[in-house]
């Protein structure tokens, strides 16, 4: 009855579990896209060297910054709507998207 009079619903240890996997695969999934684009970006497929030079290096670190800045954004949008969509139904805004919001 707590979610009739404001507060959120209690969540199980399996319910909290599943969250807890579905968090580390998106993370993941976010991850394995960010070096195979960044990756293919910045670096050539015809390796020179066995170390990164300075201009893949400086890509790969703008690379990865505009990655994380887009994420943080994008979660903070969707954020914005479902409390937005949450308030109008009386319901409680959900929580981060999986990102790197909090680093």
Known sequence: MSFFFGNKPQ???AEKINAAETEVEMISD????????????CIPPDYR???????ESVCLDRCV???FEV???????MQEMSGAMGGAAGGAPAGGMGGFGGL
């Open 49 to 55: 060297e066995g170390d990164l030079n300075k201009g």
């Open 11 to 13: 969540l199980s240890s």
């Open 71 to 77: 994420n943080v954004k994008v979660s903070e949008k």
């Open 65 to 67: 910054s505009k990655m």
């Open 30 to 41: 976010m991850f394995n896209r960010l070096v195979q684009s960044c990756t293919k970006k």
